[in-house]
C-alpha cells in the first residue's frame, strides 16, 4: 500500500486521516413507564398523555442507536471500538434502565417524566460523561417502530 504525506492511498483513491467517519451501535432495552404530570388533575392527565397515563404503568422494547462521529486511528483503523462502545452503554444504560419502571425505579425519573424525549437527553448526558469530547455523540430512540427521537438535533 502506498502511503502519503497527505493520507493513504487504496486501490487508486486517496482516504485522508483527518477524514470523519461515523460509527453506530444500537441496542435494546425494556422498560415501564407513566407520562403523568403531578400538577395537573386526572383529567388533565388523562386528555394530554391518553394510554399513556395509565395509573398502572405500560411498557416499551426501546431501540436505542447510538452514534459516535471521529477519526479514525491510524493504528487501528477504528474510530470507536464498538465492543467497548457496547460495554460503555451495557454499564451505564442498559444496567440502569432496562427491565425497569423508569417513574419508579431509577433516579433519573423519580421528577422527570419519562418521555421518549426526556429518556434520550438523560441516555445522552450519561453517555457524554463517558466518551471523551473529541467524539461527536448522537443518539435516536426508538420507543415504538414509528415513534422515535433523536439528540441532539442535527
Not at 49 to 61: A, E, L, M, R, S
Not at 62 to 78: F, N, Q
Request: glycine share 4%.
Amino acid at each position: 500500500m502506498d502511503q502519503h504525506v497527505a493520507g493513504l492511498s487504496i486501490a487508486g483513491s486517496i482516504f485522508f486521516m483527518a477524514d470523519k467517519v461515523a460509527v453506530f451501535r444500537k441496542e435494546h432495552f425494556n422498560a415501564a413507564h407513566r407520562l403523568h404530570n403531578p400538577m395537573w388533575d386526572d383529567a388533565v392527565n388523562e386528555k394530554v398523555f391518553g394510554k399513556c397515563n395509565n395509573p398502572h404503568y405500560h411498557g416499551h422494547n426501546y431501540e436505542l442507536i447510538v452514534k459516535l462521529t471521529g477519526v479514525p486511528d491510524p493504528a487501528t483503523g477504528y474510530v470507536y471500538d464498538l465492543k467497548l462502545l457496547s460495554d460503555l452503554i451495557q454499564e451505564n444504560v442498559l444496567a440502569r434502565f432496562d427491565h425497569k419502571n423508569l417513574n419508579l425505579d431509577t433516579e433519573e425519573f423519580k421528577d422527570l417524566n419519562p418521555t421518549a424525549e426526556n429518556i434520550v437527553v438523560v441516555i445522552y448526558h450519561i453517555l457524554r460523561a463517558k466518551i471523551d469530547t473529541h467524539y461527536d455523540l448522537h443518539l435516536r430512540l426508538y420507543e415504538t417502530e414509528r415513534n422515535f427521537v433523536e439528540y441532539p438535533v442535527q
